[in-house]
């Protein structure tokens, strides 16, 4: 969401920007429509100050004796008046607020110019890409394989893009996650938190997912809504409230069930776990005090990074350019880990600072020591990882010639001592 009185003031700085996400520039529309709003308002204040004027005159006429007739029905002529000019108002307000709801966070600066993902930037790389004297098969053939691995049995009863996993592989998943959450919580200083699953209109239009993707959720018949990501109820924990600065950064961390309908994914990734309408995700999100929210991008990534790194996973972080970018984002990383079997880089997580994007759309805001006013807060997350994808990675970087995977040495605790995974031993 954006100030309007900035674009008043910077119309040509947003149009670059709206252009550079590739969209069409709306200053001149947005203006004209703050221009009509401003107006109705001071119109409908003009007839008020007027009436208010009238109403003393019909006193002072019947004081005096006179008929004051006239003066009663300009009064009433008033009334009609300015609710016509209340009810444009609220109109251009409307229309107003619809419009800059459906239009993306402007990119920032340092952000790479360009139509979709072949203008991102990679900025560093991490570990070894595994290679094999075997050729490398892909997790769900290796999930398979194992007999832990179920698309038929899950599809049957959900359908599609469904999966059940069983004995150790369900172990794994539940192993991943733990770790995760212990690494954020315990080194990281992220605070865990149990958020709802199911959440009204106005928290996914806080976070942007409303009014413009919605065909990308499932909702309820009770008119709310599942949540895509913890990204939603864990920013909303600061809507509508004003932050103490000294208590900044705030930094919190959830495992949750994730839901996407993946409308927009027919025909990709049709085998296997990449893409999935239901999936687990450990969150990160961060509210910041404005000046520090570069650097809390940066801390984020790297935090998200490490996971990789203790479980010996090849990765690389590309920042993304602005045809590629989140509609909320200002900038993103996004951390790409080594699959084998695929003999490619795929997403495991998008770690994004929307500056004060979202905490606009929120209302959550700060006081800064000695001042009266308060400031929008930035909001930014990331997944620190998700869940299944590392499953994925680790199955293809682990697998070895017999179908078994080896365990990686970070996730044995959280296994039971357990250093291999075999089909005879689910």
């Known amino acids: 969401m ?37 107006e109705a308002q001071t119109r409908a204040q003009e007839i008020q100050a007027r009436r208010n004027k009238l109403s003393k005159e019909i006193g002072a006429a019947k004081a005096r004796g006179e008929d004051a007739q006239a003066i009663i029905d300009e009064v009433s002529r008033s009334k009609q008046e300015e609710a ?35 203008a991102n930037v990679e900025i560093r790389r991490w570990g070894e890409t595994a290679s094999f004297d075997f050729t490398a098969k892909e997790h ?62 106005e928290a996914l239009f806080g976070t942007s ?32 409230e004003i932050l103490d600065p000294a208590h900044l950064p705030k930094r919190v961390t959830a495992l949750t069930t994730c839901y996407r309908s993946e409308a927009g994914a027919a025909g ?8 999935h309408h239901q999936f687990q995700k450990v969150e990160l999100v961060s509210v910041t005090l404005p000046e520090d929210s570069d ?21 690389r972080v590309v920042v993304l350019s602005t045809g590629d970018m989140g509609f909320a984002a200002r900038k993103t990383h996004d951390i790409e880990v080594w699959l084998p079997g695929q003999g490619r880089y795929r997403e495991i997580s998008s770690c994004s600072n929307c ?21 929008f807060v930035h909001t930014l997350n990331g997944s620190g990882l998700a869940v299944g994808r590392t499953l994925i990675a680790v199955l293809e970087t682990y697998q070895q010639a017999d179908g078994s995977v080896v365990v990686p040495d970070a996730l044995r605790p959280y296994m039971g001592g357990r250093e291999v995974i075999a089909r005879d031993g689910g």
């Open 2 to 38: 954006f100030d309007i009185r900035w674009i008043r003031e910077n119309p040509e700085a947003f149009d670059r920007g709206q252009q550079r996400r590739g969209a069409d520039p709306s200053a001149e529309r947005l203006l004209a429509l703050d221009a009509r709003r401003r």
């Open 84 to 118: 016509a000019a209340e009810e444009d108002a609220r109109q251009a307000t409307a229309e107003l607020e619809t419009a800059l709801a459906e239009l993306p966070n402007l990119p920032g600066d340092d952000v790479p110019d360009g139509p979709d993902e072949s």
């Open 140 to 201: 769900f053939e290796i999930g398979e394989d194992l007999g832990l691995m179920d698309f038929e049995r899950a599809a049957r009863m959900s359908g599609a893009r469904f999966v059940i996993l069983t004995g150790a592989l369900a172990r794994l998943e539940r192993a991943l996650a733990d770790f995760m959450l212990d690494l954020h919580t315990g080194e990281f200083g992220y605070t865990e938190v149990s958020p709802p699953s199911l959440v009204r209109d």
């Open 209 to 240: 997912q409303l009014p413009k993707f919605g065909e990308d959720l499932f909702r309820t018949t009770a008119d709310l809504w599942l949540i895509p990501t913890a990204e939603v109820p864990l920013t909303n924990m600061v809507a509508e």
């Open 268 to 275: 990709k990734d049709t085998r296997g776990m990449i893409r």
């Open 295 to 315: 650097a809390e991008l940066d801390r984020m990534t790297g935090c998200a990074e490490e996971v990789l790194k203790r479980l010996g996973l090849a990765y």
């Open 355 to 375: 500056g004060d994007f979202q905490a606009r759309r929120m209302r959550a805001r700060y006081r800064p020591q000695g001042e009266k006013g308060t400031r």
